[in-house]
């Protein structure tokens, strides 16, 4: 498709103003942690199992550590100090640090060094295990044909990890070429993991590193059957969004929905949490190859599609200096955007086109993921039909990379079996017909879509400059993002982040921050 005016020097002037926000809060990020983050190294280290109540091993042992005052030492220093004093394992050691009757407060005994010394076995064994999960997964991707982009992406959602299993096969034998499956509701604000396989769930299906594995079967299997390689897709955001991409990492997930600012926004977890998690998350995530999907489609849910466009733009910018601090690759950023302006607003579609295209313009090796309409739909089925091919027109002609399919069904139900098959039917019937339109156009230098998009962009770097003066925390604050509005010390979470003594040191962490 011929391009839409883009002036390269107020992009550039984007990322740097990008770089400055995601700067003022790396510095908070660098001297504190939570515990989620601490959690997920215990994971990593090799901790693992529930008490008789259910309740993780590594919940209990990182609980203990923030009531005792201590966990700005990091859970991997107490670790370490078990290990030197009589722990026969890992898991030896978070047991006594969880159960033990004497409080430790990593004070006398073993110093620093022996400490980082003891563990460095353990970190380099959490940096093989995720190695080696990339190395399989991507080994088995390469084995197969590429997959054409727009990439079809559709999601199960029955509660029940052995239905969603199956209903994931269906999805792939009817076009499917990556598959989500959506985490129970609210599983987001639980602040621990649930163990094992689960059978219920509403509005979705706990994400568990046993469901990651069932689901990764299936897929494989699918795979074998297809002779085309399925990706699977869960989600690493809130309270838990750290432990949930070690999780990925290790059972050789190929997506995660990861967004710097989505869970403050829309699940009112504390700013600070959610930043010093999405952090370590991202350490994992860019170890393990794994594609981010950042959640931008969702400000123009909650704010005017057309009034704010330039937010999600905006925000695209910051997700990707949050994710380049963070170590991901940029062909690994999934920036997210969607097709929610009112379709009854004359000349809407061609605004979709210019937002669409533009982005593609601005993010040229970025994996740009496209959601489909949602806000606008009813229970009028045929309409919605006809809305999702309009979105999938945009798609295949601006060459969106991921395409989350639409279903006409959406204001009605879950999808069926039969509602994602004739999905997939008619996104295929669009990509094939359409499928080199992008190549044949050319638009007016002084049309409606190039006028939109380069209003688009102006405003987004008027609004990066306002962020970068007043900072992103005070941005959020005022409802810059989604018209939503969140406080530094409010929200969920909050209570979970600690300031990192000046000890702190974990070589787990130390090796993630070392890998280019």
């Given at each position: 498709?011929?391009?839409?005016?883009?002036?390269?020097?107020?992009?550039?002037?984007?990322?740097?103003?990008?770089?400055?926000?995601a700067t003022d809060v790396q510095a908070y990020i660098d001297t504190h942690?939570?515990?989620?983050?601490?959690?997920?190294?215990?994971?990593?280290?090799?901790?693992?199992?529930?008490?008789?109540?259910?309740?993780?091993?590594?919940?209990?042992?990182?609980?203990?550590?923030?009531?005792?005052?201590?966990?700005?030492?990091?859970?991997?220093?107490?670790?370490?100090?078990?290990?030197?004093?009589?722990?026969?394992?890992?898991?030896?050691?978070a047991e006594r640090m969880a159960f033990a009757p004497e409080t430790d407060r990593g004070e006398g005994g073993p110093s620093d060094a022996e400490v980082r010394a003891v563990l460095e076995p353990f970190a380099k064994a959490a940096l093989t295990r995720i190695d080696d999960a990339r190395d399989a997964r991507d080994a088995l991707k390469a084995s197969f044909a590429a997959?054409?982009?727009?990439?079809?992406?559709?999601?199960v959602a029955t509660g029940n990890i052995y239905d969603d299993a199956l209903q994931a096969k269906a999805a792939a034998f009817g076009g499917a070429d990556i598959v989500a499956?959506?985490?129970?509701?609210?599983?987001?604000?639980?602040?621990?993991?649930?163990?094992?396989?689960?059978?219920?769930?509403?509005?979705?299906?706990?994400?568990?590193?046993?469901?990651?594995?069932?689901?990764?079967?299936?897929?494989?299997?699918a795979s074998a059957k297809e002779k085309r390689y399925i990706q699977q897709t869960n989600y690493s955001s809130g309270l838990c969004m750290a432990e949930i991409a070690w999780m990925a990492a290790v059972e050789r997930l190929d997506m995660l929905l990861n967004d710097a600012m989505y869970g403050i926004l829309?699940?009112?977890?504390?700013?600070?949490?959610?930043?010093?998690?999405?952090?370590?998350?991202?350490r994992f995530i860019a170890r393990a190859g794994i594609t981010i999907n950042t959640g931008e489609d969702n400000y123009l849910t909650t704010a005017d599609a057309v009034d704010g466009a330039h937010t999600v733009i905006a925000s695209q910018f910051i997700n990707e200096a949050f994710a380049l601090r963070a170590g991901v690759k940029e062909e690994k950023m999934g920036l997210g955007h969607a097709y929610e302006i009112n379709p009854w607003i004359?000349?809407?579609?061609?605004?979709?086109?210019?937002?669409?295209?533009?982005?593609?313009?601005?993010?040229p090796v970025h994996p740009i993921k496209w959601m489909p309409p949602t806000k606008h739909k009813t229970g009028d089925i045929f309409q919605s039909h006809v809305h999702d091919a309009m979105f999938n027109l945009v798609g295949i002609a601006t060459n969106q990379s991921i395409e989350l399919l639409g279903m006409f069904s959406e204001a009605v139900h879950n999808p069926m079996l039969m509602d994602r098959y004739l999905s997939l039917k008619a996104t295929k019937y669009m990509f094939t017909t359409a499928k080199h339109l992008g190549e044949e156009i050319e638009f007016k230098k002084d049309g409606r879509i190039a006028k939109r998009a380069?209003?688009?962009?102006?405003?987004?770097?008027?609004?990066?400059?306002?962020v970068q003066t007043e900072t992103i925390w005070d941005a959020i604050g005022r409802g810059a993002f989604g018209d939503?509005?969140?406080t530094r010390t409010g929200g969920k979470g909050y209570k979970g982040v600690a300031e990192r003594d000046a000890r702190y040191h974990d070589p787990l962490l130390a090796l993630l921050e070392a890998d280019k």
């Open positions: 498709m011929a391009n839409v005016p883009v002036d390269v020097e107020k992009v550039a002037r984007c990322r740097a103003l990008a770089r400055e926000i942690t939570s515990v989620g983050a601490e959690r997920t190294m215990l994971r990593a280290y090799g901790a693992d199992g529930v008490d008789d109540r259910g309740a993780p091993l590594v919940n209990l042992a990182v609980d203990r550590l923030r009531d005792n005052g201590v966990l700005g030492l990091g859970a991997a220093h107490f670790m370490g100090r078990k290990l030197l004093l009589g722990a026969s394992s890992v898991q030896d050691a997959t054409p982009t727009p990439q079809k992406y559709v999601i499956v959506i985490r129970a509701t609210a599983q987001s604000l639980l602040d621990y993991v649930p163990f094992g396989a689960t059978t219920e769930g509403y509005g979705g299906t706990f994400a568990t590193q046993e469901n990651f594995k069932i689901i990764r079967r299936a897929t494989d299997e829309f699940r009112d977890i504390n700013m600070c949490r959610n930043f010093v998690d999405q952090y370590f998350a991202r004359e000349d809407s579609f061609l605004m979709e086109i210019a937002q669409a295209q533009l982005i593609r313009q601005l993010f380069i209003q688009v962009l102006d405003e987004a770097l008027e609004l990066l400059a306002q939503i509005k969140r």
